[in-house]
Structure formats: C-alpha cells, structure tokens
C-alpha cells in the first residue's frame, strides 16, 4: 500500500473503515479458501489484506481514542 492510500484510508469516515474492514476480511477469507484449494497465484495478497485490514481497525481505535479523550 502506498504512502498516499494510507492516508486516503486515514481519512474516511468510521462507516467507511468499517466497511473496509469487512471487505477486507471477507477477501481474507476467500484467499485462504483458494490458497488451500491451490488456485491463489500471489500468495503475497493474504499479507497485504492482513495489513489493510490491520490499519483500518488501528484508525478505527484512534477515532474511539479521540472520542473518550473528547468527553
């Protein structure tokens, strides 16, 4: 992912990341389905979905941070 996707990725709303977040795991899901049937070609796709998904959920948490701190 690219410094300039990051920060798109950085600057969604809660409902967006959420909802990447929820792309992401299903595409999870089906690369590892595929890589057991041997189908997958880039295997290096389940790390890169990993990490998309684990940035999303580490927006998510600042955004919920930044509430708490807000109160």
């Known amino acids: 992912m690219k410094k300039k996707d990051i920060q798109e990725m950085k600057n969604r709303t809660v409902a967006e990341l ?35 998904i684990a940035r999303a959920k580490t927006f998510l948490r600042e955004r919920e941070i930044a509430a708490e701190k807000a109160k």
């Open 18 to 52: 959420e909802r990447t977040v929820a792309d992401a795991t299903e595409r999870l899901r089906a690369l590892r389905f595929d890589l057991a049937a041997g189908k997958v070609k880039n295997v290096a796709e389940l790390h890169e979905t990993r990490k998309r």
